[in-house]
Nanobody
């Protein structure tokens, strides 16, 4: 059974930092592209950042220079370090595992809420 479990969300003030973690089980973690997505109230889910099995990284324009995605294949975990948080970063953050082979496979976590407010 595949599980993606996010942790690390919470309430912070603008300018502060948070680090999200996503622990995966039930998949061959190292071959998956791992991503962080977010969904703000009333908006569509959007990509924040992803990291491929070969460590190629992609960031959305709005988080470049502030967020850092990383992965630890030995721990089956992907991280999102978020610095200089802004109120517009407030959203539920979801972990995603994707594999594009003969069949496209996508798994999602249940999400963790990040609230940036003074």
């Amino acid at each position: 059974q595949v599980q993606l479990v996010e942790s690390g969300g919470g309430l912070v003030q603008p300018g502060e930092s948070l680090k999200l973690s996503c622990a995966a089980s039930g998949i061959t973690f190292s071959i998956y592209t791992m991503g962080w997505y977010r969904q703000a109230p009333g908006k569509q889910r959007e990509l924040v950042a992803d990291i491929r099995s070969g460590d190629r990284i992609n960031y959305s324009e709005g988080v470049k220079g502030r967020f850092t995605i990383s992965r630890d294949n030995a721990k089956n975990t992907v991280y999102l370090q978020m610095n200089s948080l802004r109120p517009e970063d407030t959203a539920v953050y979801f972990c995603n595992a994707a594999y594009a082979g003969m069949f496209n496979i996508n798994y999602w976590g249940k999400g963790t809420l990040v609230t940036v407010s003074s």
